[in-house]
């Protein structure tokens, strides 16, 4: 019975899906610089991409309340360019707000990758 009750959880190992093993989006660097009375984004993402049925799709730049100011979609998989950056431009920021989070969604695990705060240049 035993032999039996360990052949089926690896059974159940190999046969799970490989994409519950490509872990959260993590944001590893952020540039933000101001131009005029809006934000510049240089946003760089690391996460194993394993094609369209996980990949990180987006990230937001989330103020301290919580609320999204901005996001910049992802529409592709990035399976052969890890890490990647990609910008967002033109973001309106309110001038009492002097730091933003910046994360990161996959298709899988939604959010949950490392986040990073960054200050805001005046």
Known sequence: MMKRIRGLVLLSLVLLPATLFAGEADIIKVGVDKTDSTYNFNVTVVHNDEGWQHYADKWDIVDPEGQVLA????????????????????VAIDAGIRSVTVRA???V?????????????R
């Open 71 to 90: 996001t910049r979609v992802l529409y592709h998989p990035h399976v052969n360019e890890q890490p990647f950056t990609r910008s967002l431009s033109g």
């Open 105 to 107: 969604h996959d298709l």
């Open 109 to 121: 695990h939604n959010y949950g990758g490392k986040d990073m705060v960054v200050e805001l240049p």
